[in-house]
């Protein structure tokens, strides 16, 4: 991994200069809120990146963290009156914490297995959510109306907040990412999903730099947990907790680049509004023509360019300079 | 510290079920030593090696480095005090080039990635990976690989470095090269326990020889009285050899 040379500078400056214009230029509110959710599962993606495409932990239980998040915040704000974004930090520590219960018992897991485990984790975290009145069971939370403003994290006049919002809340998640890659943590990544015993003969000590991780990933998951809850106003288990959701996440990193800072967002720059679109316009003429659409792409990509989309721009740059 | 022997194998046993793989092992190893394990297949050279660095906890004995005692402790801490090793079938980072293959080894003393490259750099020198620094691990010939792997060892600042293996499949010219990157090792003032079936190699570079056959050390000494012994004829090396080495 390399610095970022003056050319990617430059383009990022750029992409991001588009992306903060971007609704001052359309009132279309619909266009608004694909965005928002692009930016959310890029940033997702981002998280589940930084265990699933850099340590090898493939998680498929990732919206469990999404969904604690979410629960953390909320119940918070609704029971203790305690505001949003201090909520959002303690749903991070919660997340992480749960990730570390978890990822402690699983650190000797490896590819299925984890993935299995994963699995498993998110739906017994889901089943629980369904059944705990303490947090409204499967009636799910609604959020309380604040006067709405920064301070309270609601906003009810206009989108255009959340979308600031969330973007910079993927930004955080893309220089956590990148600042991991390019560092010792990054490498040492690397290593242990090559395998456990080529990172042990390095001197690395496995398991933890995999608690790590997988911490790192829900934190950041958590938050956009909160995000969505804080968004919507109403959280419930078949909506934040639902597996499809961390299956999505890992198609978004597959087809943009597991193991790649910016392939998940490019993943999601794809998926997401491909999935929203297909959604709006062919949902009501029968189920699934989206997800056959997706499937289809998903096939596409993993025979013909195994290391995603992100992997076929490099290596066009590449062959251009 | 300075009395204390760099290595010592104290009646290590390692069981798996009824199976003893290792079955009762002693010998030390001294600073700055070449120390050569053969046997046949299955004698329980890899696994002493296992539980050397690790990666096996041995069911009974102790080992000792530098008078410290390192049995039970895990193979990354063992890594950090200073014991190396690879292994028989190559392990190399294969989506990372290999300059980052041995600067992630590297990491481990040197934290930041200038400094930990300009030591990958100074290792890839020594070993004559240089050229191919910029190569990818699958990229890489049998001998390179191995090559690469023992700079990866290197890397991370060893006093003694373990190689299993590290002259199996090589052509003569191949395995000139890695005899002298091996005596190379020594002169840096590093001390080498080496698992090896290539006897001229063994012949040539080791001081002392253990011989291990079904678990046990059946003998312990100089190549050249360890190649006419008897027991270590019969058992591993055949009468073949004997003849070729008696003419």
Not at chain 1, 174 to 192: D, E, L, P, Q
Not at chain 1, 195 to 207: S, T
Request: glycine share 10%; with cysteine; aromatic share 10%.
């Amino acid at each position: 991994m390399q610095r970022l040379t003056t050319k990617q500078t430059s383009s990022a400056a750029v992409a991001l200069i588009l992306l903060i214009a971007f609704p001052l230029l359309t009132e279309n509110s619909t266009a608004h809120h694909v965005m928002i959710l692009f930016f959310m599962f890029a940033m997702m993606g981002v998280a589940w990146n930084i265990m699933g495409g850099y340590a090898g932990m493939f998680s498929f239980g990732q919206v469990a963290f999404f969904g604690i998040g979410a629960y953390t915040s909320s119940f918070l704000l609704i029971t203790y009156q305690v505001n949003p974004w201090i909520g959002m930090i303690a749903g991070g520590l919660v997340a992480a914490l749960v990730a570390a219960a978890i990822g402690y018992p699983c650190s000797n897991l490896r590819g299925h297995y984890f993935a299995i485990a994963t699995i498993a984790f998110g739906e017994i975290v889901r089943t629980h959510f369904n059944n705990w009145k303490l947090v409204g069971g499967a009636e799910g939370l609604s959020l309380p109306m604040l006067d709405g403003g920064f301070r309270d994290f609601m906003f009810h006049s206009s989108k255009l907040p959340y979308y600031y919002i969330i973007l910079a809340f993927l930004l955080i998640a893309i220089i956590v990412c990148y600042t991991i890659s390019t560092t010792k943590m990054g490498y040492y990544f690397r290593a242990i999903k090559e395998g456990h015993d080529v990172a042990r003969v390095l001197g690395i000590n496995v398991a933890w730099y995999r608690l790590v991780a997988i911490m790192v990933s829900a934190f950041l998951t958590a938050m956009a947990g909160t995000f969505y809850a804080q968004y919507v106003l109403y959280i419930d288990p078949e909506s934040v907790m639902l597996l499809s959701v961390s299956i999505q996440l890992v198609l978004i990193c597959m087809l943009g680049g597991a193991g790649s800072v910016m392939g998940p967002v490019i993943g999601a720059a794809i998926l997401i509004p491909l999935s929203e679109v297909t959604r709006i316009w062919l949902g009501h003429k029968g189920t699934g023509i989206d997800m056959l659409i997706y499937g289809f792409l998903i096939t596409l990509i993993s025979v013909y360019q195994p290391k995603g989309v992100w992997g076929l721009i490099s290596a066009i740059g590449k062959g251009k300079g | 510290m300075s009395s204390a022997h760099c290595l010592e194998i104290q009646g290590v046993t390692k069981r798996f079920g009824g199976l003893y793989a290792n079955d009762d092992i002693s010998f030390v190893v001294d600073e700055r030593e070449i120390v050569s394990v053969i046997g046949p297949n299955g004698a329980g050279k890899s696994t002493l090696f296992n539980c050397i660095t690790g990666f096996y906890p041995a069911t009974s004995g102790r080992i000792l480095f530098y008078g410290k005692d390192i049995t039970r402790r895990r193979a990354d801490s063992i890594c950090a005090m200073g014991i190396a090793r690879t292994f028989q079938i190559v392990q190399v980072i294969s989506d990372m080039t290999v300059l980052e293959n041995v600067m992630t080894g590297a990491l481990l003393r040197n934290g930041r990635i200038r400094r930990a490259t300009a030591k990958a750099e100074e290792v890839l020198e020594f070993t004559g990976l240089i050229e191919k620094k910029r190569f990818l691990g699958p990229e890489l010939t049998i001998a390179d690989k191995k090559k690469l792997e023992v700079s990866m060892a290197l890397a991370t600042g060893p006093r003694v470095l373990m190689l299993d293996e590290s002259m199996a499949g090589l052509t003569p010219v191949e395995l000139r090269g890695m005899i002298d990157l091996i005596k190379g090792i020594r002169e840096k003032g590093m001390t080498l326990i080496v698992v090896e079936h290539v006897m001229e190699a063994v012949m040539e570079i080791s001081d002392r020889v253990v011989v291990l056959n079904s678990g046990k050390k059946i003998m312990e000494g100089p190549p050249a009285a360890v190649v006419s012994n008897a027991e270590v004829i019969q058992a591993y090396l055949g009468e073949k050899y004997h003849a070729a080495v008696g003419q």
